[in-house]
């Protein structure tokens, strides 16, 4: 057992508390519609992607550090 490779489980968390964020994922995503045809590249959805990811890192944090040693 000393020779395998250790598994990251946050991915594996991440992709299981994704369903869970889908109304943050929502607004992201209609963000990204509103400004596709912004020429100027001054509008962004930054706010709409950190909030998708905080709503995920906060599902997984709950279930991740229970595991860690």
Same mark, same amino acid.
């Given at each position: ?13 991440? +992709? @299981?508390?994704?369903?869970? #964020? ?5 607004? &992201?995503?209609? *963000? /990204? ?5 912004? +020429? @100027?590249?001054?509008?962004? #959805? ?5 909030? &998708?990811?905080? *709503? /995920? ?13």
């Amino acid at each position: 057992m000393a020779d395998e490779e250790p598994v990251d489980p946050k991915q594996y968390l991440e +992709e @299981t508390c994704k369903p869970k #964020c889908v109304r943050p994922l929502r607004a &992201y995503q209609a *963000c /990204v519609e509103r400004i596709k045809g912004d +020429e @100027t590249g001054h509008k962004h #959805c930054t706010g709409q992607y950190f909030d &998708y990811w905080k *709503c /995920v890192d906060d599902c997984v944090a709950l279930k991740l550090f229970v595991k860690l040693k």
